[in-house]
């Protein structure tokens, strides 16, 4: 042990320790400030260094933290310091499998000086009665196993060679199988245990064991005893080398493994007999997976190009079908061109069999190419036999109409026996089915596209300044149809009606609801309908048509020339908006989806578009689905549209198609618009909307005028001018019939005009004690910098106002 001054013992414990067959170690404290933060190794005897794998004077000096990093983690290293500090010894049984420490150790560690003394016994190795309860249990265990064990080590000559083993540990079986008991074996030679080894190869294979470490595993019979046994050999420990040895017997296995055997070589015949019917069913199973996944008439004769025929075991194969009392070509494989050309049309009273099964719908079998010649005796219109020496005439029949002929040919001549007709005709009859499946989607196919085209604009107004273009991309195939739609509406007076949106389903009743609502959000925008309402009517629209079907659609009344735009959103992904200051989505008020309630209120949102902008519309088909959550499509989306290298809009949305937007693959309909303005803006800011004669509008007014103060900066006049308005507005929906148009203009100052229908000047009235009546003019005169009212030429009046400009 260290003594008090953190130095060694004295060579004769030294020594002692050198010669045990354990390991020792001493090792000293490293403080810092006072407190124990590691240990240096001090000393290490030789079994402690086959233990650990590594040469002494690699571990002397050496730190625990560097030598054992994992030490510092594993709770060993806290276990050292507390010996130390606590002065009490601790045993500890741990199992390490790390590049640097490998075992089943027992540990019993003991204070001395300022350090320890740690004396480990690796358990795999244990060869006397072990010290701890860990080992008792590991001997108690192997003693009870079922298996025989024992553990030898190697005898080696002074060139390394092994020439022997000693018995280190058996178990109780492994010793009453020599018929000894286990002291009398432990630490006996193999030579002397058993000499026999030798003579049946035994030894030599301990000693490959040992010396290369490959594992071994055999069965040895005894048939002297009847009995065969299962031996595992493997290299055990590190250090010198040992060979961990278990034998079992197997007897009842082996004796059941040769039953089986034989019980399986009698099922080989059954099995012989039955692999013709298992092929037939193999190549019916085969076509008919093939046959069912494929949807058109392509997919049909592809199938049966590559499965169908090799599954009729034919080396030519053609496909006619039915068409106006003719045979048509549709399909062949592995015949010559100077057949083809005669197959391509044929008429029915043709000689060539084909014909007749088509008009008789019962099969035709040709055994030799001198029946196939009796058939078609004139050579002139006689269709070429090819390679072929024997045929199948297969008519594809569904439900008792006949759609044509399958023609197989072979090479050889051949008889067409009760089975194999019975499976060409199953193979007919598949692809029949399959060919008639195709027919029908591809007819509904031709309509659903034809009812698709139809239902989306086929081309899109042209608007001065204002460039645009469309992407439509449908995910469902065949006859379903998707609800995704877009359209711009030339407005009038240099405004613009921008819509995209989605019909809930993928089926012609969600395309005709589409269809519905398009027609109808663009009958109430031509009728100049401000955004929040038209959505609004289109809402009541569908819960009257369609009570369970549920839409999104974002609707925009754009105008390039002031710069503005002014959008409603149900339930649907707000447009996008690039400008020289990158991409972001618009911020507009939302409302609910159109169908999900009467009571739905939809608020809409003004704001600025400069010039050289772009506007992208969109369906959720392109930002998200179950497995893509709407945000991270949202930021994709974002990211894509900065970076289009181009303003020109198709540019931009080819850009933005190839990029790594969205779910992929796409699991639902895509519809994409994108605008870029042209137009700067002539003139002081301006802003002009029109609104209906009806009381709703006095609120959507105050909205727009809030927004669009807002975005020109000028916050503080915005309560002034929004009571000023409403004063104005109102009067002139109460009062008037008809529309009402504000039109905001920021110059020196801002002003407020409202054009209505009536000619009538605004007239001062003795307010009412009792109400508000007749306080309009007062509350204008008083918080306006001027106001007035002037006819207009083509009729009705204009009342102002002016505000100073913040």
Request: charge should be negative; aromatic fraction near 6%; charged fraction near 20%.
């Amino acid at each position: 042990m260290l003594d008090d001054a953190g130095g060694l013992p004295d060579a004769r414990l030294l020594a002692m320790l050198d010669d045990d067959r354990q390991g020792w170690v001493l090792a000293r404290s490293v403080r810092e400030d006072g407190r124990i933060v590691d240990f240096e190794l001090a000393y290490i005897n030789d079994a402690g260094c086959r233990f650990v794998g590594r040469p002494r004077e690699e571990l002397i000096g050496g730190r625990y933290r560097h030598l054992w990093p994992e030490m510092g983690y594993d709770g060993t290293l806290p276990l050292y310091i507390a010996v130390v500090e606590t002065g009490r010894p601790l045993t500890r049984t741990v199992y390490h499998d790390r590049p640097t420490l490998q075992g089943h150790f027992e540990l019993r560690i003991s204070p001395f000086g300022d350090g320890f003394g740690a004396r480990f016994v690796d358990l795999r190795q244990v060869t006397v009665v072990p010290q701890s309860g860990g080992g008792t249990r590991l001997h108690d265990a192997l003693d009870a196993a079922f298996d025989g064990f024992t553990l030898l080590r190697a005898v080696t000559d002074e060139t390394g060679a092994v020439v022997d083993f000693v018995c280190d540990y058996v178990n109780q079986l492994g010793a009453r199988l020599v018929g000894r008991t286990p002291d009398a074996v432990i630490g006996q030679r193999l030579s002397d245990i058993s000499p026999g080894s030798w003579n049946n190869g035994l030894f030599d294979r301990y000693r490959s064991v040992a010396e290369t470490g490959e594992p071994i595993r055999e069965q040895r019979a005894y048939p002297r005893i009847g009995q065969v046994w299962e031996v595992k050999m493997a290299r055990a420990g590190v250090g010198a080398p040992a060979v961990a040895v278990s034998f079992r017997e197997v007897t009842d296995q082996v004796e059941q493994e040769r039953h089986l055997a034989a019980v399986a070589e009698k099922a080989e015949e059954a099995a012989a007999r039955a692999t013709e019917a298992a092929a037939r069913a193999t190549a019916l199973q085969t076509a008919t997976t093939a046959l069912v996944a494929a949807s058109t008439t392509a997919e049909v004769y592809a199938a049966i190009g590559s499965v169908l025929r090799p599954s009729a075991g034919g080396q030519g194969l053609a496909l006619l079908l039915l068409h106006e009392h003719r045979l048509h070509l549709r399909y062949h494989d592995g015949y010559e061109p100077d057949v083809v050309a005669r197959l391509r049309e044929l008429p029915l009273d043709h000689p060539y069999p084909a014909t007749a099964v088509a008009r008789t719908g019962h099969p035709l079998y040709l055994t030799s190419l001198e029946q196939f010649r009796a058939a078609q005796p004139d050579p002139v219109t006689a269709v070429p036999a090819g390679e072929r020496q024997a045929w199948a005439f297969l008519p594809l029949t569904v439900a008792g109409e006949v759609l044509g002929t399958l023609v197989v040919g072979y090479r050889n001549p051949r008889d067409f026996d009760y089975d194999e007709q019975a499976m060409l005709m199953a193979l007919a009859g598949l692809g029949a089915q399959a060919l008639q499946r195709a027919l029908l989607f591809e007819a509904r196919t031709t309509l659903a596209s034809a009812l698709q085209r139809a239902l989306l604009p086929a081309t899109l107004p042209h608007v001065p300044g204002l460039r645009h273009a469309a992407r439509y991309l449908p995910w469902t195939h065949g006859a379903d149809v998707g609800g995704d739609w877009y359209d711009i509406i030339d407005l009038g007076d240099g405004a613009v009606g921008i819509v995209i949106g989605d019909v809930a389903g993928h089926n012609a009743t969600a395309a005709a609801t589409m269809g519905q609502v398009r027609n109808a959000l663009r009958a109430y925008a031509t009728e100049r309908h401000n955004p929040a309402s038209v959505v609004h009517h289109v809402n009541q629209l569908l819960l009257d048509m369609h009570p369970d079907t549920i839409a999104t659609c974002c609707y925009l009344q754009l105008h390039p020339a002031e710069g503005t735009v002014t959008a409603v959103t149900a339930g649907h992904p707000p447009p996008m908006l690039r400008t020289a200051d990158g991409a972001e989505p618009l911020r507009l008020r939302t409302g609910p989806p159109l169908g999900v309630t009467p009571d739905a209120v939809y608020l809409d949102t003004t704001l600025l578009v400069p010039p050289a902008a772009q506007l992208l519309l969109y369906t959720d088909g392109l930002v998200e689905d179950r497995r893509h959550p709407i945000d991270r499509g949202l930021r994709e989306l974002c990211a894509a549209l900065h970076d289009a290298p181009t303003r020109d809009p198709g540019g931009t949305l080819d850009h933005i198609l190839a990029s790594d937007v969205g779910p992929r693959p796409r699991s639902d309909d895509v519809a994409v618009l994108c605008l870029t303005s042209d137009t700067v803006p002539d003139g002081p800011p301006t802003a002009r909307r029109r609104f209906r004669g009806e009381a709703i509008s006095a609120s959507a007014a105050r909205r727009f005028a809030a927004d669009v103060l807002t975005a020109w900066h000028q916050p503080q006049i915005v309560d002034d001018a929004l009571l000023l308005l409403d004063e104005v507005i109102t009067n002139a929906i109460q009062h008037t019939v008809g529309d009402v148009t504000v039109e905001l203009r920021l110059g020196e100052h801002l002003r407020v005009t409202v054009h209505d229908a009536s000619n009538r000047p605004p007239q001062p009235r003795d307010p009412d004690t009792d109400t508000d009546n007749g306080r309009g003019l007062y509350i204008i005169e008083r918080l306006a910098a001027a106001w007035g009212s002037e006819p207009v030429a083509t009729g009705g009046k204009l009342v102002w106002f002016d505000l100073p400009r913040a």
